[in-house]
């Protein structure tokens, strides 16, 4: 079985900055892209940023210049770096991984639980 656990969200005055990390654990082989959705209350979930087994990044247009994606691949873990917060980016925040667990020769997409951001004066 493989696990994402997140953590680093809370509530951060606007111009304020968070860092988002999510760690995967469990019988894991390799992993190939990482990366964090986010659903903001009546909305539907969208893709704030991504990136590859080689380390390349992509960002949602919303977020790029203000987020910065890395991973740690030997930690299994994707980090959100998140700078000059506004009130738009208040929603939960996923991770997601894809994985191959060692017991298996496919890979398949994992979710952490989510993570609540709250930006607010």
């Known amino acids: 079985q493989v696990q994402l656990v997140e953590s680093g969200g809370g509530l951060v005055q606007p111009g304020g900055s968070l860092r988002l990390s999510c760690t995967a654990s469990?019988?894991?082989?390799?992993?190939?892209?990482m990366g964090w959705y986010r659903q903001a209350p009546g909305k539907q979930r969208e893709l704030v940023a991504e990136?590859?087994?080689?380390?390349?990044?992509h960002y949602a247009a919303a977020v790029k210049g203000r987020f910065t994606i890395s991973r740690d691949n030997a930690k299994n873990t994707v980090f959100l770096q998140m700078n000059s917060l506004n009130p738009e980016d208040t929603a939960v925040y996923y991770c997601?991984?894809?994985?191959?667990?060692?017991?298996?020769?496919?890979?398949?997409?994992?979710w952490g639980q989510g993570t609540q951001v709250t930006v607010s004066s």
């Open positions: 997601t991984m894809t994985i191959v667990r060692i017991d298996t020769t496919t890979s398949s997409d994992y």
């Open positions: 469990g019988n894991i082989y390799s992993i190939f892209g």
């Open positions: 990136i590859t087994s080689a380390g390349g990044p």
